[in-house]
């Protein structure tokens, strides 16, 4: 996920806080101080530590002003009826806002301040100086893909986020559907601005988006073709929240022909003339895949590998990392192999996982359920467990729920989202049933841990729920930090006995080695030019999941340069700083103080997780130091 607004992925917050923060910060920092600041750029901004939290939370919350989408994702209903502007403009206008805030927050004087709020001014200096370089390379990604794009993002969103509980916000709904044309029209030209530039997607992607499109367009009122005509998904979703409301049956009637009117008159027009742009510029696209491609191409992978693993490592380190990962984690499941009796090489094995029929559920509704039911099992135990390895547990419930079918053909494996703080909407653990041949029951494990519990639910949820925690903290963070503990995550349970089923264990390995594929293919496509067959290639060779698997990742790590590499460097990194931190305080190392203090601080970047852990390892040393000079006088 992650810097303030600009980020990939993240999570948010609700709007008791925000109705807070918009209503109340001026009574702690006085507007007259900070326009004399503004006005006065060689003055210091002398505030103390509640004041620095409450100044982050005004710029945090001015930026949260600024998108429609990011307010609804946090429960708010202001601009309730809009999309963001993805316009040049507004990027610009948010670029220049982020200077300012960067100028003021610069200009606080930070010799007074406690180590807790000198690290919130540290960390928004740090975040916001990498969105303002950042925006060098705001044309080198692509806007439309086959994962994701904005195409796909207006019916996911309709549909996940606005909530309606009124007429009113049904006819924001309705508002918003009309919206996405000029949402759609700004699209195209963001595309047509990379075009000229020579930043096209690969020509694989142009089907998959294409096929989206007419997803979305299926069913009425777009397809009236027979009374019997199914309802799309956009208003099969509108029809169901429309029904929940204690309305007359008219105004229901009334709201429903108003949004058919809608999707037929503004969205569908809108979609049309997208697809026939892409069918247009698919003329001008090439089976180059790398982000060596891109104009500076290889200065932006180097930027885009630094931001995500927020190191220093090159290309080259995080490939050879790769190479070494992948070997030591298949002679582990070569052990495994010995333990369950299995007659034959590595390939031969992995052949036998893929294809074996009890590894499988069947590709049925009845079977779908069935994975349903056992991850939310899984999950369950696991929350039974937690005392083993936590002092503190998040709040917020989690339920496992199906990827929805308009987005399941090209959406990843599994993947969750963050509950509402209010308690209006759980943690969200989605599993990808859209082809349970992609789904092994020996994998199930390591994936309801890592997007679920202990994983994604337990970092964000705990980060949501922090006391006196500047809210771009909460609600922003890094990929490496969040996906490094994700797949940290997976391994932790075995600890305490899960993965009692050697597969089961395999499956955790699996999921590990694919990790450490991803620094290998990742850097093989973007730095080493490698092309789409040669990383498929690379995936066949040394990893257990189906070709299909193996080609929507692939084409993943493609259109998203170096975001794959965040998991294992990130991992890697929080099993340094265990070891690290055990060999130093021996019998004193409390694995549950250490998992607390990795979460304390939400999504931090590897060199401030750094400073904590060995900060907690000095002060535990000191403590014991000063008890045993206690006892000792004694």
Same mark, same amino acid.
């Given at each position: 996920m992650t810097t303030l607004l600009k980020t990939f992925f993240y999570s948010f917050f609700y709007t008791s806080l925000a109705v807070f923060l918009l209503s109340g910060c001026s009574a702690e920092i006085k507007n007259a101080e900070l326009n004399n600041h503004q006005s006065s750029e060689s003055e210091n901004l002398l505030l103390n530590d509640a004041e620095v939290v409450t100044l982050l939370d005004k710029l945090f919350m001015e930026e949260l002003n600024e998108s429609p989408e990011y307010m609804a994702y946090l429960g708010m209903r202001e601009r309730?009826?809009?999309?963001?502007?993805?316009?040049?403009?507004?990027?610009?206008?948010?670029?220049?806002?982020?200077?300012?805030?960067?100028?003021?927050?610069?200009?606080?004087?930070?010799?007074?301040?406690?180590?807790?709020?000198?690290?919130?001014?540290?960390?928004?200096?740090?975040?916001?100086?990498?969105?303002?370089?950042?925006?060098?390379?705001?044309?080198?990604?692509?806007?439309?893909?086959?994962?994701?794009?904005?195409?796909?993002?207006?019916?996911?969103?309709?549909?996940?986020q606005h909530l309606v509980a009124n007429q009113a916000e049904a006819q924001a709904y309705i508002s918003r559907i009309s919206n996405s044309a000029k949402l759609l029209q700004q699209l195209i030209e963001q595309l047509e601005t990379r075009r000229e530039l020579g930043i096209i997607p690969p020509k694989f992607v142009f089907p998959r988006v294409i096929e989206s499109i007419d997803n979305i367009l299926s069913g009425a009122p777009f397809d009236n073709t027979s009374d019997a005509s199914e309802p799309s998904t956009i208003?099969?979703?509108?029809?169901?929240?429309?029904?929940?409301?204690?309305?007359?049956?008219?105004?229901?009637?009334?709201?429903? +022909?108003?949004?058919?009117?809608?999707?037929?008159?503004?969205m569908a027009p809108a979609y049309l003339r997208l697809r026939?742009?892409?069918?247009?510029l698919q003329t001008d696209a090439d089976d180059r895949d790398g982000a060596w491609k891109f104009p500076d191409g290889e200065a932006f992978y180097n930027y885009a590998l630094q931001r995500t693993t927020t190191t220093n490592m090159s290309a080259d380190e995080i490939h050879r990392v790769g190479l070494a990962e992948v070997a030591r984690i298949q002679n582990e499941m070569r052990e495994i192999m010995?333990?369950?009796?299995?007659? $034959?090489?590595?390939?031969?094995?992995?052949?036998?996982?893929?294809?074996?029929?009890?590894?499988?559920?069947?590709?049925?509704?009845? $079977?779908?359920? +069935? &994975?349903?039911?056992?991850?939310?099992a899984l999950i369950n135990t696991m929350k039974s467990r937690l005392d083993e390895l936590f002092n503190i547990?998040?709040?917020?419930?989690?339920?496992?729920?199906?990827?929805?079918?308009?987005?399941?053909?090209?959406?990843?494996?599994?993947?969750?989202?963050?509950?509402?703080?209010? $308690?209006?909407?759980?943690?969200? &653990?989605?599993?990808?049933?859209?082809?349970?041949?992609?789904?092994?029951?020996?994998?199930?494990?390591?994936?309801a841990y890592h997007e679920g519990i202990p994983g994604h639910h337990m970092q964000i949820s705990i980060a949501q729920e922090l006391q006196n925690m500047p809210k771009f903290r909460l609600f922003g963070g890094y990929t490496v930090f969040s996906e490094g503990w994700g797949l940290y995550s997976e391994l932790v349970p075995k600890e305490i006995?899960?993965?009692?089923?050697?597969?089961?264990?395999? $499956?955790?390995?699996?999921?590990?080695? &694919?990790?450490?594929?991803?620094?290998?293919?990742?850097t093989g496509i973007h730095s080493k030019r490698w092309s789409r067959q040669q990383a498929l290639d690379?995936?066949?060779?040394?990893?257990?999941?189906?070709?299909? &698997?193996?080609?929507?990742?692939?084409?993943?790590?493609?259109?998203?340069?170096?975001?794959?590499?965040?998991?294992?460097?990130?991992?890697?990194?929080?099993?340094?700083?265990?070891?690290?931190?055990?060999?130093?305080?021996?019998?004193?190392?409390?694995?549950?103080?250490?998992?607390d203090v990795v979460l304390k601080d939400g999504s931090v970047s590897l060199s401030i997780l750094e400073t904590n852990v060995m900060n907690w390892v000095s002060d535990t040393l000191e403590n014991s130091m000063s008890e045993q000079s206690i006892q000792a006088t004694y």
């Open positions: 309730y009826d809009e999309w963001n502007d993805i316009s040049d403009a507004a990027r610009d206008k948010n670029l220049a806002m982020a200077k300012r805030h960067l100028s003021t927050v610069k200009s606080i004087d930070q010799s007074a301040l406690s180590p807790a709020a000198l690290l919130n001014v540290q960390m928004f200096i740090e975040q916001s100086e990498q969105s303002i370089a950042g925006d060098k390379w705001r044309y080198h990604n692509y806007p439309v893909n086959q994962m994701r794009g904005v195409h796909s993002k207006i019916p996911s969103f309709l549909i996940n208003l099969a979703d509108f029809g169901s929240k429309v029904t929940a409301l204690d309305l007359p049956q008219q105004q229901q009637n009334q709201l429903m +022909a108003d949004a058919s009117s809608a999707l037929v008159n503004d026939n742009y892409m069918i247009e010995q333990q369950v009796g299995f007659d $034959g090489d590595l390939q031969a094995f992995f052949n036998f996982t893929r294809n074996d029929p009890q590894f499988y559920y069947p590709d049925t509704a009845e $079977g779908k359920q +069935a &994975y349903l039911d056992e991850a939310t547990k998040p709040k917020a419930d989690l339920m496992v729920k199906a990827v929805e079918p308009f987005r399941e053909a090209s959406a990843g494996q599994a993947f969750y989202q963050s509950p509402a703080p209010d $308690g209006s909407r759980p943690g969200t &653990y989605f599993a990808n049933l859209y082809r349970m041949g992609d789904m092994a029951k020996y994998q199930m494990e390591a994936l006995g899960m993965y009692s089923d050697p597969y089961s264990n395999f $499956g955790r390995l699996s999921g590990e080695l &694919y990790r450490a594929c991803r620094l290998v293919v990742d690379y995936m066949a060779a040394n990893v257990p999941h189906s070709a299909s &698997y193996n080609v929507r990742q692939i084409e993943r790590y493609i259109v998203r340069p170096s975001q794959a590499t965040a998991y294992k460097i990130g991992m890697l990194k929080i099993q340094q700083l265990r070891s690290r931190a055990s060999d130093q305080l021996g019998d004193k190392f409390d694995i549950r103080q250490f998992h």
